[in-house]
Every structure is written in structure tokens, then in C-alpha cells.
């Protein structure tokens, strides 16, 4: 049961026998602190080098053993009726294991508090009346600004006891959002949890809609695996791949403040951006042909297009004997390389140490003795150099697309039987460009610079990568992040509905399938957690438009939060919307078309209002967003304005798009929604 505190308690009340506990706990983290903070490295290093890298991993150490304030060492306590992992049988006594965001330990190195990754920790998340998982009492914390003020009580084990849903978890999903996104440690749900540890070895895809919780999976999900396969990901590396910088400062803090300080962040223009710099744009139509997997073979074709056939022997010239390799044995071999199907580059390291070899063979026939420096001293030889610069010429990226970009019969060639001639002429640059660094690349141009530069030489694979927001890529950019995770796996989250790019994800098995990871794993979440039922059942009205077939998310908020439509005279009607919601506790995010922003940004000036740009941290002068359309997905908000939703729609290049543009704006809100309009709303919504 819930028991909330008001009045001083005896010492003997079980709450403050947990509060007891807490303040324990919180002594042990900083003794843990204190002892990393102490040690002495001048005598265990053998060079400067070491113990540079040794100081950098303590230092991580000390930040990851922060004790936030405001942020509650643990939420829960399971009391198992035996020892895990002992014979039931034998009647072992049970143990108490209280969970929470990372492990603290006494003196004598006893646990205090467990982490929440620990297997002893899933039956917090997965026990239920019908499976009790030998968990004999399920206890939540309640937390008002670090203290335990309440706890809650489920005896899992005892048939006399029915089951309820837990007030605690609800108001702990249902409070106000202030500041960036926070960890949901507390509130992971058991459908949730089956993806958030799931293994290491499988990419898993999460489709969900507006509110499920996919961000925070995905994130979670990467938390639980560096507990389980620390070792392993410290020497291959993770990312968190999120559509703008604004998102992923929104998110910046969840990982470390589960104490994961090494995990990078980064966009797909991020990842691409060694290969160009981007000072230009593509209307929709290019941008669609551009990205499109066809592109991928047109690239190959024109990288390998720069080999030839050799039509002269090779003759290397050592000490008074002369070694004559034939022109056909070196189209064999040219030929051998070809058929390897491995990297350009690579084939083209390997030619040399292949004539060489040729030439040994021939040494050995002559009964000379030749070894592993002969064989790099002819590979070194002027003669073959030069034959394999005729032969396998290098090929620069950039140069290659700019040719490809710009020289209408180059494209014809490569792109014959793949690109119609519209489609050629539509992605052709209309004037010419004398340089790589004079051309203004855009987005996707440095993606197809990408492609060409991972067809010459292989990309480096990180252990796992998790992509957010992915149903807005490209197949070519789905390609991009394939690469960065070639050998290892991935963690796909996005919702089919919230598409709002000219070329957006028609399914997960093709994203899968262009991602390299054709048998990854497709998941659904469609309890929503955030958006109140009103405000999502009003959004779902757009669905049968814009992903048929799509199941609407369910809100499971005991809170209705409120929605209201208002017809209204001009912008200062919106302003007033903005000033009644910020008189209610939590975060107000004002969105609207991107066009219209600056109209919005000058009447909440003229009004003395301050506001925030997407991603900025809220404080408690300014609890104001004005949010463009374009940047709010994933964004979310206690209370949401929605200026002309018909203005949103037509922002985009397409209905389709701007609908979708649209769904998205419409489910920011947490607790309440108000959509201003002077204009007709859209046909769909009636």
C-alpha cells in the first residue's frame, strides 16, 4: 500500500527505517568516491602514456559515482522469499535487494544498493500477481526532491492479495517534464524491459508510437548492455545516432546519469561529414533520387570502372637478371582481385605483393632462394608501381561524385539499366563546378561521398549502434549507419507514422534489409505512457492518412490531461494561450510552422515573454519553448500550443509530409494540448 508521510514518524516506522537506509547508501557512494579519489598511480605506470590513460579512466570513475541531489539512489526494494539461484528445495531464507541506478557496496563490500541491470533486479520490472518470480514483496519508493516521502507496498507471493496498478508508478509517469530528458529506470515496463535486455548479438527494430517510451528503450537499452558486455564494447564502441543536434541535447543526460559516461552522439550528417563540407541544398525530387539504394550500385560501378586490363608485360629489373611478368598473367591476376569482391583499396594493396609473387615463383624456378624481403623489394619496384598506378589508378571519393554529379555521359555510362534519363537529369548539377572544395555539397551528396569513400576502403565498425528517429532516413543513409555497425548490432527506434522526410521509411524490413541487418528483430510498443487519451485519440484521426494499417497508441495515463481547439483572431490570441499555460507547473512548448516563427517569436517579445530554442535546458524564469515543426519530433512537453495546424501541413513539399508533420506536433504535449487556428483545420481532422 501507499503510504504517504506528513508527520514526524518514530523511529521504528518502516519509512524511516528506509530513510535510515538511503542516507546509508548515500554515505557508501561517497566513501566509494573518496576511495577512487585516493589512489595513488605514480608507482603502477610504466610511461607517461599509461598513466595518462589511467588518470582518464579514474577520472571517469569518479564522475560516474556522482550522487545527484534530486536524484534518488534507489526506487524499489525486492524482498525474494529465497536466495536467488539456491535450492528452493533446501528452504534457503530469502534476501532483500533494494535497486537503483548503479551499485554501491560498504565498507566490507556488501551491496547496498543494486544495479538496476543486475539479473537479481528483473523481477522489479517483470513480476506479476500470475508470475511472482519468487519476489515475496514488491516495494516502490516515492521521492519528493531527493527524500523519500511515500512507499508502496505489493505482496506478489500472497494469493489474498489482488492486483492493482501502482500509484506510485503512475505519478511517477505522469510528472512534469522540466529540462532535458530523464532516465525511466524507475518505470520500465515488462514489455519494455524484454527489449531493453535483450542480447547483444541481435539488432532489435522498435516501431512505436507517439508517447511508448522507444527513446528512452533504445537509451536504456544500450545502459544494459555495457553492464552485461563492458569489456567487449569498451574496445569496439557505441553510439547514439538521434535527426539534430537540438535532440540529442535533449537526451544528452539520460546516459550519464546512469553513470554511462562513453557513449558518443552524433547525427548521420555527423557521421558523413569527413567526406565534404555542406553549404548547399536539394529540392525534394533530387534529394529522393540521391538517396535511393539504386545509387549504391552506380557508385561501385564508377569506382571499379578505373581498372584496366594490362596490355604490357611487367619487367623487373634485379641485379643482371631480368623477370618478365606477361600481360596475360597480370590480367589474371587483376582479374583473381576483381572476383574477391573486397574493398578497392585493399585490391589495390594486394596487386603489387601479387606481381611480386609472380616474379619470386619465377626465382625459385631459376633455383634462386628469394624470402619475405625480396618479395616487398620487388613489390616496391619502379616497374610495378607504375604498372599498378596504369592499371588499378587510386580513385578519390569526392572527385568521383563531383565527375558523377556533373559529366552527363559518366553518369549515363554507370547509371545505364539503374536511372532513367529524368532521373539522371534530375540529379545532374545545371552549372559546372571547378573543384571539390569550390562545389556546394549537400546532405546528400556527403552520404554518397560516404558510400564511395566505404567502397575503397572499409569503414570502421562500432559494437552497437542505436538509431533514433530512423524512420526519416534514406536507404543510402540507412547504408551509412550499416557501416558503422557492419560487425556489430543495432538498436532501430522510430514510428512509421511520424515520417516526415520526402523519402520516409515505407517498412522496417526494408529499413532492416538497407541497414545490413535483413534478420534483426521488429518490435512494437503501442501502450502510450505520455500523451493523455484525449490528445491522442484526437492525432490518431490522422493515421488511416498517413500509415494505414498502423495500431493507434493506447494512453494508459490515469490523468486525462485536457485538450481544446480554438478559433483565434491573430497572434496575440496565441501569446495569451502561452501565458495561461505557463500559470500551471511543468514545461510549455509553443509550436508551429517554421514559416510562422518568427511572427510568434516577435509577439512574444512585444509580450515580455521569454522563450527557448529546441533542446535549450528549461529553468525556472523560463519554462517557454518555441518550437519550429520541423525540430519537434521527439521533443516533449508538460503543456503544448499548436499554432495553425493547416500552416504545418503546408510547409511541406507533399500532403502526405505535411500530415506527418503534423501527427508529430500534435502528440508533444504530456499533460494537456491547446491547437489555435484562424485558418480552416485540415480536412483530415474532421
Known sequence: MSTPVDDPTPLDDPLSRERAH?????????????????????????????????????DERIKALADLSDTPLFFGRLDYLHAPGADQAEGAGGERFYIGRRHVHDHDGDPMVIDWRAPVSQPFYRASKKDPMDIALRRRFGYTRGEITAYEDEHLSDPAEAARTSKLLQQEIER?????????????????????????????????????????????????LLYAHRERLARTGTLVIGPNRSFLHYIEQVLPALGELAVQQATVDDLVAAGAEVRGSDDAAAAVIKGDARMAEVLRRAVYSHVTMPTEPVVVVRGSR???????ELEDIVRELLARDIRYGAAREALPQRIAHA????????????????QDAVARNAAVKATVKEVWPPVDPAKLVLRLLTDADFLAVHAEGLLDEDEQKTILWEK?????????????????????????????????????????????????????????SATVLGDLAQGTTPWATRSWDEALAHLGKADGVIEELTAGFRVPTDVITYASRLLPHIAPGLTPVASVRENPGFFELREVGGAGEVVAACEELLRREGSTGLIAADARVPVLAEALTAAGIGYLAPGEETTAETRLTLVPASLAKGLEYDYVVLDEPQAVVDGEPDERTGLRRLYVALTRAVSGLIVTHSAPLPAQLS
Open 432 to 488: 559546372p563546378v571547378r573543384s571539390v572544395k569550390s562545389a556546394k555539397w549537400s546532405a546528400a551528396d556527403a552520404v554518397l561521398i560516404d558510400e564511395a569513400t566505404d567502397i575503397v576502403q572499409r569503414t570502421h565498425s562500432l559494437g552497437h549502434v542505436v538509431l533514433d528517429e530512423a524512420q526519416d532516413l534514406s536507404p543510402m543513409q540507412y547504408r551509412a549507419v550499416g557501416r558503422r555497425c557492419s560487425t556489430g
Open 22 to 58: 538511503l542516507a546509508e547508501s548515500r554515505s557508501a557512494l561517497r566513501a566509494m568516491r573518496e576511495d577512487v579519489e585516493s589512489l595513488d598511480i605514480k608507482d603502477v605506470t610504466a610511461n607517461w602514456v599509461n598513466a595518462e590513460v589511467l588518470a582518464r579512466q579514474i
Open 359 to 374: 616474379v619470386l615463383v619465377q626465382m625459385e624456378r631459376a633455383g634462386e632462394a628469394p624470402d619475405d624481403r625480396v
Open 176 to 224: 512534469p517534464r522540466v529540462g532535458p530528458m530523464r532516465d525511466i529506470v524507475a518505470t520500465i515496463q515488462p514489455e519494455q524491459d524484454e527489449i531493453v535486455r535483450s542480447g547483444l548479438g541481435g539488432t532489435v527494430c522498435v516501431q512505436g508510437g507517439p508517447g511508448t517510451g522507444k527513446t528512452a528503450v533504445g537509451l536504456h537499452r544500450v545502459a544494459y
Open 322 to 328: 631480368r623477370w618478365r611478368v606477361p600481360a596475360y
